[in-house]
């Protein structure tokens, strides 16, 4: 079974400033999508950046960006120029290639952002 | 685009009590699932419809979870009796096929039993 590991339960940042949280996890598989969610005290889950294994390319979204490193199964999300609106909760995602297979999450990091 | 929409947001109930949860999904979103996320943790699948058959439902406690999803629209959760580990946020997603990779969560709905 695939595990995912958020090892930050906690990270905080100064506004304007660049901010990386780690995520690592645990197939068998070659073929998955990695997610990052942000939920907010909203309690929405939004997704923040979707990476397809078979890419090499990291994944960017404005001011999100991912470091994807297959072989040590590591998937680290960089927020840049952080702003207020950012602080949540961040939630690292695995799922399969196949398609009957559900999203697998890690237990979450909370990023404060300071001003 | 209407999101995925769930009711109530709160509910407060004592254990052993009854409780249902609703979930009405994007139109035309044939996969639907229910997650539970504990306070602390990361959601966890409870179970996974496609149109109005069960996909996997190999985590729900079916001793005391049931869920159905008539007509492949909406979708109800129901626990009965409640226990205190019941408490948490249930979130409901739905993504256009099962293939399809971006699922599309509501709310969610907070549970407390006392």
């Known amino acids: 079974a695939q595990t995912v590991t958020q090892s930050q339960p906690e990270m905080s940042v100064q506004e304007a400033e660049t901010v990386t949280l780690s995520c690592t996890y645990d197939?068998?598989?070659?073929?998955?999508?990695l997610f990052w969610y942000k939920q907010p005290p909203s309690r929405q889950m939004i997704l923040v950046i979707r990476?397809?294994?078979?890419?090499?390319q990291n994944a960017t979204e404005n001011r999100f960006s991912v470091n994807f490193q297959k072989a040590a199964k590591s998937f680290s999300l960089k927020i840049s120029d952080s702003q207020l609106g950012d602080a949540a909760m961040y939630f690292c995602a695995y799922r399969s290639w196949t398609g009957n297979t559900p999203l697998v999450f890690g237990k979450g990091t909370r990023l404060s952002v300071i001003a | 685009e209407a999101g995925v929409a769930q009711s109530p947001r709160y509910k407060i109930i004592e254990k052993r009590q009854s409780v249902a949860f609703w979930c009405n999904p994007i139109s035309g979103h044939a996969t639907l699932y229910w997650y539970q996320q504990i306070l602390g943790q990361g959601p966890k699948l409870l179970i996974q419809f496609q149109n109005n058959g069960v996909v996997d439902d190999s985590q729900l406690p079916k001793d005391r979870f049931s869920a159905e999803r008539l007509k492949g629209v909406d979708s109800t959760l129901k626990i009965q009796p409640a226990k205190l580990e019941d408490s948490a946020v249930y979130l409901c997603?739905?993504?256009?096929?099962?293939?399809?990779?971006?699922?599309?969560f509501g709310p969610g709905t907070r549970l407390t039993v006392l």
């Open positions: 197939t068998s598989e070659s073929d998955y999508y």
């Open positions: 997603a739905s993504s256009l096929s099962i293939s399809y990779n971006e699922q599309f």
């Open positions: 990476q397809e294994a078979y890419k090499q």
